[in-house]
């Protein structure tokens, strides 16, 4: 679990980021899942966008996407999702204690 220390340290980092994957009208496919899953091998921080066209909350996206893919959800603005996961070959981010 994240404290929210972590989850404020996260949040900033995520702030300069541009989102890497854009869920659209299709919503979560396997193949977003997957290709979430695989980007969580090179970074542990994700941000993702949620289109207009999209029927389903952002916050029920994020909460579909950080179980499927082992990670957690950092926060879910508007319609933003910032998702981490630590990395165990790969790791970048040191968490505040």
């Known amino acids: 679990m994240m404290t929210s220390k972590q989850r404020a340290y996260l949040k900033s980092?995520?702030?300069t980021m541009e989102p890497v994957f854009q869920i659209?009208?299709?919503?979560?496919?396997?193949?977003?899942?997957?290709a979430v899953s695989?980007?969580?091998?090179?970074?542990?921080l994700l941000k993702?966008?949620?289109l207009k066209n999209?029927?389903?909350e952002p916050?029920?996206?994020?909460s579909m996407l950080a179980e499927r893919t082992h990670s957690q959800v950092v926060q879910v603005i508007g319609k933003k999702i910032v998702l981490y996961k630590e990395s165990k070959d790969n790791?970048?981010?040191?968490?505040?204690?």
């Open 13 to 15: 980092l995520a702030s």
């Open 48 to 50: 993702v966008a949620v």
């Open 59 to 62: 916050a029920a996206i994020a």
């Open 24 to 34: 659209g009208k299709s919503s979560l496919t396997p193949e977003i899942t997957e």
């Open 38 to 44: 695989e980007a969580f091998r090179t970074r542990e």
């Open 91 to 97: 790791k970048k981010i040191i968490l505040p204690q």
């Open 54 to 56: 999209c029927a389903d």
